[in-house]
C-alpha cells in the first residue's frame, strides 16, 4: 500500500475500508486512465470501499502518476484531444 492511500473513509471517517488493485478500463466502460498504461495495456488504480457508508475511492498507482505530465494537460488548462 502506498502512503497516500486511506486510512478512514472521507464521508463518514470509518476504519472499515477495504482495497484491490484493478486496471482502469474495461471492455465494457470508459478508460479512467488513458494513455497512462504500457504498451497499449490499461493503468492500474487502487480502489477502496468502505463497509459502513459504500463511499468508494481511486487512486492511479504509482507508474500511471508518473506519465501524467507527458500524457495529460494540467487541469486549469484545456484538455488534450489526441
Given at each position: ?7 478512514n473513509?472521507?464521508?463518514c471517517?470509518?476504519?472499515?475500508l ?21 504498451f497499449?495495456?490499461n ?8 463497509e459502513?457508508c459504500g ?16 500524457k ?8 488534450r484531444?489526441?
Amino acid at each position: 500500500m502506498e502512503k497516500n492511500h486511506p486510512k478512514n473513509c472521507l464521508n463518514c471517517k470509518s476504519e472499515n475500508l477495504y482495497g484491490n488493485v484493478t486496471r482502469a478500463g474495461g471492455l465494457f466502460g470508459p478508460s479512467l486512465l488513458p494513455r497512462l498504461g504500457l504498451f497499449g495495456n490499461n493503468a492500474s488504480m487502487h480502489v477502496f470501499v468502505c463497509e459502513d457508508c459504500g463511499h468508494i475511492q481511486f487512486f492511479a498507482d504509482k507508474r500511471s502518476r508518473s506519465k501524467l505530465a507527458k500524457k495529460w494537460a494540467r487541469a486549469w488548462l484545456p484538455f488534450r484531444t489526441t
